[in-house]
């Protein structure tokens, strides 16, 4: 069974940094594309970013330069750092991982997510 448990939330001014973390249990992440999103309240959730099994990396255009996605394989944990944040970032963050190494940016394309950390931005 596969399990991604997020953490790294909180609340922080605008301008400011966090580093979320996507904690896998039953697959290793190396082997399978992994990614971020993020659902802001009244509206549907929508792509962060992600990392393939070979290690490319995506980003949406609205946090690109802002983030980075990045993974410790020995630890089997996903990070997303952040920095300028805005109040427009406030949001449920998700992790989830896709069953191929290759994935695009829909959501369909991944199967297990994890249950999701706050993130709110102060103005």
């Known amino acids: 069974q596969v399990q991604l448990v997020e953490s790294g939330g909180g609340l922080v001014q605008t301008g400011g940094s966090l580093r979320l973390s996507c904690a896998a249990n039953?697959?290793?992440?190396?082997?399978?594309?992994m990614a971020w999103f993020r659902q802001a309240p009244g509206r549907e959730r929508e792509f962060v970013a992600r990392?393939?099994?070979?290690?490319?990396?995506a980003y949406a255009d609205s946090v690109k330069g802002r983030c980075t996605i990045s993974r410790d394989i020995p630890k089997n944990t996903v990070y997303l750092q952040m920095s300028g944040l805005k109040p427009e970032d406030t949001a449920i963050y998700y992790c989830?991982?896709?069953?191929?190494?290759?994935?695009?940016?829909?959501?369909?394309?991944?199967?297990?997510w994890g249950q999701g950390t706050q993130v709110t931005v102060s103005s």
């Open positions: 989830a991982s896709s069953s191929s190494g290759i994935a695009r940016s829909l959501q369909q394309n991944y199967e297990y």
């Open positions: 990392i393939w099994s070979g290690g490319l990396t």
């Open positions: 039953g697959r290793t992440i190396g082997n399978y594309a």
